[in-house]
């Protein structure tokens, strides 16, 4: 017990994670809770067919505007079978990207926390959909995906138990996990002309 | 009125779509709804710290296997303000690019199919969130975004009533709009030691 109680009171840099800076970073925020106030952002832009392109820098949070050490691009396209031009996934593979490095990420803080070193971190998503829902053919067919399914394997310095304990932690405080499953309201306006 | 009628006949390639081959695909569809059925994929390994890599690349669909042009790979990370080494932007600002990358690919292809040829598309995004969720200070805040708003410039050759009529099917009929607005069932499986 004093072990586990040393450790929770001097966690060291692991699985990449700097773990004292991580945990003294939620004690500032739990006293001054204003800095956990985020607004991440993307601006996209329309290239041909169904291919367009979004650039993502700049978001507010910890108090004040943030930058991204650099601008990240990223297309999306629909595959030649759909009759785009495949210059990209589709927008719903990026949803299944997002999905899961947000469990990942939340992973490796959550094992650094824990003091569990990781040795393996690998995931597979599946997300089944029936595009008579976007096609126009069927009213009875979502648009979107039925159901998702994500499968990781993960190895570490720790019993199975613990390893799939931390999965869990993961999950329940994942933020895209949250969207996923539960939704989010989205405002859309129109500037047209 | 003939006008009309004619253009839906005769659809002409526009804004990059090929349009008679769109229209074409979905009246196969229609004929057979099991081509409709989809399952996307992806596959990502954890990299260091907050920081993954996600591979995207087969698919299944139209009655059989596909694989896009190329493997797609995408980084993401948490920031620096987060504790993490910003090699990519986080899993939710993808959840954005998703959103408005699906939003305007429904724009490019029912503009083509309603004749309209488009100048510009652009949309900016943003999501409101509260890390006391994710960092576990708050069990009232909910971990993802509690709004998302996105905001679209559309321009072409039609009256601005008609244009944003466009926008609004698009997200009668976008995948990534329902998903994020209704949810959708995530199923977590692991596989841990």
Redesign the interface.
């Known amino acids: 017990m004093s072990t586990t109680l040393t450790e929770k009171k001097m966690p060291e840099p692991r699985?990449?994670?700097?773990t004292p800076?991580?945990l003294a970073?939620?004690n500032a925020?739990?006293a001054q809770?204003e800095l956990?106030?985020?607004?991440?952002?993307?601006?996209?832009?329309?290239?041909?067919?169904?291919?367009?392109r979004?650039r993502?820098q700049s978001?507010y949070?910890?108090g004040g505007e943030?930058m991204?050490?650099r601008e990240?691009t990223?297309?999306?396209?629909?595959?030649?079978?759909?009759?785009?031009?495949?210059q990209?996934?589709?927008?719903?593979?990026?949803?299944?990207?997002?999905?899961?490095?947000?469990?990942?990420?939340?992973?490796?803080?959550i094992a650094?926390a824990r003091g569990v070193t990781?040795h393996?971190?690998?995931?597979?998503?599946?997300?089944?959909?029936?595009?008579?829902?976007?096609?126009?053919?069927?009213d009875r067919?979502?648009?979107?995906?039925?159901?998702?399914?994500?499968?990781?394997?993960?190895?570490g310095d720790a019993?199975?138990?613990k390893?799939?304990q931390i999965?869990?932690q993961s999950?329940k405080?994942?933020?895209?996990?949250?969207?996923?499953?539960?939704?989010?309201?989205?405002?859309?306006?129109?500037?047209?002309?």
Chains 1, 2 share one sequence.
């Open positions: 699985n990449g994670v700097d800076t991580l970073t939620i925020v739990g809770p956990a106030q985020f607004r991440f952002r993307a601006v996209n832009r329309w290239q041909q067919g169904t291919h367009s979004t993502i978001f949070g910890a943030q991204h050490e990240f990223y297309d999306a396209d629909h595959p030649t079978v759909l009759v785009g031009r495949d990209a996934p589709t927008p719903v593979e990026f949803l299944l990207h997002a999905l899961a490095s947000c469990l990942t990420a939340g992973i490796g803080n650094a990781l393996e971190v690998e995931s597979t998503l599946e997300g089944d959909i029936d595009l008579q829902g976007i096609l126009g053919l069927s067919v979502r648009n979107g995906y039925r159901s998702i399914r994500a499968t990781f394997t993960i190895k019993p199975a138990e390893l799939a999965v869990e999950r405080r994942s933020a895209v996990y949250d969207v996923l499953t539960n939704g989010v309201p989205v405002e859309l306006m129109v500037h047209a002309g």
